[in-house]
């Protein structure tokens, strides 16, 4: 089945942006202009001023020599950039690949999409007539290649053109419609040639010969003889689903109550493809034209129904509808193999929905950002400093090294050790006391010691060069962690036990 692309072409997308922004210009003679050659001329004016003569093309002074009063101002490459990219985004409630043409319109390929909006014909108006209420201008046109579809959004009388009618839709249209360089087009003219019909009667070969392989790519890429791909915007999800609603919603409760029939129908592929979520966007397009977004992230892959859409409700309270919303759209651009295994916390209640820990690290990831919820990595090494590093949650899976059994550590330490007063004595041996702050810690139990050295192969320097740790336990059933500095004699406090 060959494709189908429908391009939109927005005539006088500055002067209806700004119109829009302010009413009033449509009243009075406005222009908008542009800078040729270090001079100010009109790039395009409203109705008034055009009633007054007032053209495209002309210094803005000559204009204001017959007309004293029009309005002009400079255009806004960056305005209208932003105006376009928000009707791509828009698109997207029609199909999954949307894109600018480069040529200050859009495409989108639309092959098995058209039905879901009542065929070809439907779409292309409901897209037109949805536009052109918020208040800009716009012709579109579908045919089998883009180059064709550009061709009859701007020069074309013929709006759906089939594969069949490809010919007589192009034939007539003006040299201009195959995109060419300014140059090629002024030579054809000058040579007489000003129809698609005209320059498809030369030969090929002589056409590349003279004017180089552009213009036969272009002629190619409009009948159908060249591939000529898009590049949408965002790449399409694998996982897409969309609802087209009868009456648009406005309510919390109703975006909730359409999110969760289209999270069944994405977890419903997911689990038949052994995938699951790790991140899902949903779209909310309003009927204004714009759109809500909300998106989530997970830690691990789910497809989990409840665990999705309790973590899309702490989401959708701050969901802006305006003036309804119409179009919902769930896509999961982020997914992975799913692990069948879900580890729970056994001394709860199993049947609460919080006891799950990948839900509870979700949530706390949605809240937090998921840079800010990490897990215990081991290290090879035996440095307190060194042995643990903290790693996202959402970090891959990298193998740790092994915890010895002999090695005993605080949960919690001390960063950086406090120190501690030691009595004068042997300092072979554990202190027989310490004091540490106000209060005097009579040790009866010690273990120890275990006598640490730097590293060689860090390179960051350490300040000092052995170590000697003790475990150790006071009269009050306190258990402490502390070590001694051999060169200087030094005691410090590193951490608690429980």
Not at 100 to 127: N, P, T, W
Not at 200 to 217: D, V
Not at 341 to 367: C, N
């Amino acid at each position: 089945m060959g494709r189908r692309m429908l391009c939109l072409y927005f005539p006088s997308l500055a002067m209806d942006r700004l119109q829009r922004e302010d009413p009033t210009r449509k009243l009075r003679p406005f222009a908008v202009t542009r800078e040729i050659k270090g001079q100010p001329c009109i790039d395009a004016v409203n109705l008034p001023a055009s009633g007054a003569g007032i053209r495209p093309g002309v210094r803005l002074a000559d204009a204001r020599t017959v007309l004293p009063e029009l309005d002009a101002t400079p255009d806004d490459p960056i305005a209208n950039a932003r105006v376009k990219q928000r009707f791509i985004e828009w698109c997207g409630r029609y199909s999954p690949l949307v894109a600018d043409d480069g040529f200050g319109g859009i495409v989108l390929d639309i092959l098995g999409c058209a039905h879901l909006f009542g065929g070809e014909a439907a779409m292309l108006q409901d897209i037109q007539t949805r536009i052109r209420r918020s208040g800009y201008r716009l012709r579109g046109a579908i045919a089998g290649t883009l180059g064709a579809a550009w061709a009859l959004a701007r020069y074309g009388k013929r709006v759906i053109v089939t594969a069949e009618q490809l010919h007589d839709a192009l034939d007539p249209l003006p040299i201009n419609a195959l995109r060419l360089p300014e140059r090629i087009i002024s030579e054809l003219r000058r040579l007489g040639i000003t129809s698609i019909a005209a320059l498809r009667g030369i030969p090929r070969q002589s056409l590349a010969t003279r004017y180089g392989s552009e213009i036969i790519l272009r002629l190619d890429q409009a009948f159908g003889h060249a591939e000529e791909p898009i590049a949408p915007y965002r790449p399409p999800s694998p996982y897409r689903a969309l609802r087209t609603l009868a009456e648009p919603v406005g309510t919390v409760s109703a975006v909730q109550y359409v999110l969760l029939d289209l999270l069944k129908e994405i977890c419903a592929r997911l689990e038949r493809e052994h995938d699951g979520a790790r991140r899902l966007n949903l779209d909310c397009y309003r009927v204004d034209g714009t759109a809500a977004k909300c998106c989530i992230g997970t830690s691990k892959p789910v497809r989990s129904v409840t665990h999705l859409m309790r973590l899309f409700s702490e989401k959708l309270d701050s969901l802006d509808a305006g003036f309804g919303i119409e179009t919902l759209v769930l896509s999961v651009p982020n997914y992975d193999e799913f692990d069948p295994e879900q580890i729970s916390f056994p001394q709860f209640d199993p049947d609460q929905g919080d006891t799950e820990l990948d839900g509870f690290i979700d949530r706390l990831g949605m809240r937090l950002g998921f840079q800010s919820v990490c897990r215990f990595h081991i290290q090879e090494s035996l440095l307190p400093e060194c042995s643990v590093e903290f790693q996202p949650v959402t970090t891959a899976g990298i193998p740790h090294a092994i915890w010895p059994d002999y090695r005993v550590r605080p949960v919690c330490f001390i960063d950086p050790p406090a120190r501690i007063e030691v009595p004068a004595g042997s300092s072979d041996t554990p202190p027989a006391q310490f004091q540490f702050g106000h209060r005097l810690h009579r040790i009866v139990r010690a273990e120890g010691p275990e006598r640490l050295t730097t590293e060689w192969w860090r390179d960051e320097s350490q300040p000092w060069e052995s170590r000697d740790y003790y475990r150790v336990e006071d009269d009050r059933g306190d258990r402490f962690w502390i070590f001694q500095e051999r060169h200087p004699t030094r005691w410090y406090l590193r951490g608690h036990f429980p």
